[in-house]
């Protein structure tokens, strides 16, 4: 398990331009990138101890990140 937060100009950093783009100008893209960020704070907290939270929830919001992580990709490719 790492304990490095995934950000998205991390992930996808060929494409830190046209995500500032989009975030201000196309409204579903901005509501994901914000629950991206919101779960992927989630998740670093539970790591770290912070808000430690079952293995199960954890697994939960790992799948949520990516499902997301994959929906603002084919919009940043589309």
Do not use: C, W
Request: no cysteine; proline share 4%.
């Amino acid at each position: 398990m790492s304990h490095t937060p995934h950000e998205l100009a991390e992930e996808f950093p060929e494409h830190i331009e046209r995500m500032k783009q989009l975030k201000a100008t196309h409204a579903h893209f901005a509501r994901l990138a914000d629950a991206y960020h919101e779960i992927n704070r989630a998740i670093h907290r539970a790591e770290t101890l912070i808000e430690p939270v079952d293995g199960m929830t954890e697994e939960t919001m790992r799948k949520r990140r990516l499902r997301l992580k994959d929906q603002i990709h084919d919009m940043l490719t589309a």
